[in-house]
């Protein structure tokens, strides 16, 4: 088991465990282990809608041999019928462990502070620590070894951008981030990438940012609930578009976690392109959450 009670930031693991988190779902994923957590059972909450944070621990649980509850806004007063202490600690005691995706970073720490069950961060806006399991395993996966990989983040230094910088000084990634000077990275995960290790270089010039890199990945801009801010960030953003003119030159490869705004932070064209692992990366949330479920809760 890992060392750690909850997942709610990938630093939340060492290094040596973010390893053996990524070799047990690479394992998993190669049918060489076949752990099955029978009668083990997820709830999974949800203020956020989701495609594959949803499908891919649900059917993770699944194929474990488990089961996990769907408990959306309209099934569970979370927050407001109940406080979030006493919904942690009924569903500590109910279930094996807790998934939830929701806004509010401190709600998840909440939940994770009275819960008797493991509790692992779905998403909140301030990270997104699952989504960078997979981007990691799909690196090692098809780019190679870490301490061999150049990366490039271009865009918003959203949630699952400071997860992916994290990820990335732990696993000792060579990594570039450009960011439009407004937008950049939170300075205090700028401060806990360079405490483990390897703080990425920074710039805003998208094009400095992939000069040699094998990988190069980027996000939308406009995230959820950030809607009335589509005309300012458009402008913003200008230039950081991952299209054929940028790549150019590179033989990059591509990394997006979905869901794609075609035409803004990226154009079809490269989403569908050769160089593009945005499908595989997908898939490996599966994966990699197997992996990490199966280390969090097997004794």
Known sequence: ??????????????????????????????????????????????????????????????????????????????????????????????????????????????????????????????????????????????????EEVQAAWVGDGNNVGQSFVLGCAMAGIDLTVATPPDYAMDDEVMERAADLGQAPTVTTDPEEAIDGADVVYTDVWISMGQEDQRDEKLEAFEGFQLNEDLLDGTDAQVMHCLPAHRGEEITGDVLEGEQSLVWEQAENRLHAQKGLIVELLEE
Request: proline share 4%.
């Open 1 to 146: 088991m890992l060392e750690t009670t909850h997942f709610i930031d990938i630093d939340d693991i060492s290094a040596s465990e973010l390893d053996r988190v990524l070799s047990r779902a690479a394992a998993i994923k190669a049918g060489d282990d076949e752990t099955r957590l029978p009668r083990t059972t997820m709830a999974m909450l949800f203020e956020k809608p989701s495609t594959r944070t949803r499908v891919s621990f649900e059917t993770g649980m699944t194929q474990l041999g488990g089961h996990a509850l769907f408990l959306g806004p309209e099934d569970i007063q979370l927050g407001h019928g109940e406080p979030l202490c006493d919904t942690a600690r009924v569903l500590g005691r109910y279930g094996d462990t807790i998934m939830a995706r929701l806004f509010d970073h401190d709600d998840l720490l909440e939940i994770a502070e009275h819960s008797t069950a493991p509790v692992i961060n779905g998403l909140t806006d301030d990270a997104h620590p699952c989504q960078t399991l997979a981007d990691l395993l799909t690196i090692r996966e098809h780019v190679g070894s870490f």
